[in-house]
């Protein structure tokens, strides 16, 4: 089964309104968990690392206003697009390494700005 | 930080066939290499992994090679099956609650 699980696979929203993802450590405690953005044909981008309990820290040319996270338990981290525009259509991954520091992978979230 | 190079972008073998795929890293602290397929709209599939304590690993028709020296890395693929036929990604990364970094990806095709 999924190690990493992630909530909702697909969203399409209006442009202007928020759009929240949820990525879950099903097997392990996850005190840090990593959001990954794909545009097509591309690689996966690291965003922003989720810190349990802290400020996440955000890659460069990453907004951090307009890209919410959240990891308020060790299991959850949440990713909150506000604000949603086209240019945000994209596919979004979260990931979390086992304590033997294999990397997990959600679902991934396919979301769609009209 | 780290940057993973991956090369080719894209590549296309004959079923039967051996692919390979390479990877360098800049990173001299990095000491987990793990390769990912990647299928249409799916999340990335783990398929072998390597740690900088070896230097090859095998899962039946699947070797990763490592060189620390060098630093770079790289995915064999034998008796290649149209199945086989996916993105590749390779990563690199310290251990613990570090990111992988990705390399941008090898498309490949087996050709039946």
């Known amino acids: 089964g999924a190690v990493v699980s992630q909530h909702p696979s697909r969203v399409i929203c209006k442009s202007g309104t928020s759009v929240k993802i949820e990525c879950r450590s099903l097997?392990?405690?996850?005190?840090?968990m990593f959001w990954y953005r794909q545009f097509p044909k591309k690689s996966l981008m690291l965003m922003a690392t989720?810190?349990?309990?802290?400020?996440?820290?955000?890659e460069q040319g990453v907004e951090k206003d307009k890209f919410l996270i959240n990891h308020a338990s060790l299991t959850l981290s949440t990713l909150t697009v506000t604000s949603a525009h086209p240019e945000d259509s994209s596919f979004y991954i979260c990931s979390a390494r086992s304590p033997g520091g294999e990397a997990f992978f959600g679902q991934g979230t396919r979301l769609t700005v009209v | 930080g780290e940057n993973v190079e991956q090369h080719p972008s894209t590549l296309s073998v004959q079923e039967g066939d051996s692919a390979v795929i390479k990877c360098t890293y800049s990173?001299?602290?990095?000491?987990?290499f793990p390769w990912y397929k990647q299928e249409l709209g799916k999340r990335p599939q783990l398929i072998i992994d390597i740690r900088s304590n070896v230097g090859e690993k095998k899962d039946q028709r699947i070797a990763v090679t490592l060189n620390k020296t060098a630093k770079h890395f790289s995915l064999h693929i034998t008796e290649t099956q149209p199945e086989d036929s996916a993105v590749y990604f390779c990563?690199?990364?310290?251990?613990?609650?570090?990111?992988?970094?990705f390399g941008k990806g090898t498309r490949l095709s087996v050709i039946a």
């Open positions: 989720s810190n349990e309990g802290s400020k996440a820290t955000y």
């Open positions: 990173d001299s602290a990095s000491n987990y």
């Open positions: 097997d392990f405690q996850a005190t840090t």
């Open positions: 990563a690199a990364s310290n251990q613990g609650n570090t990111p992988l970094v």
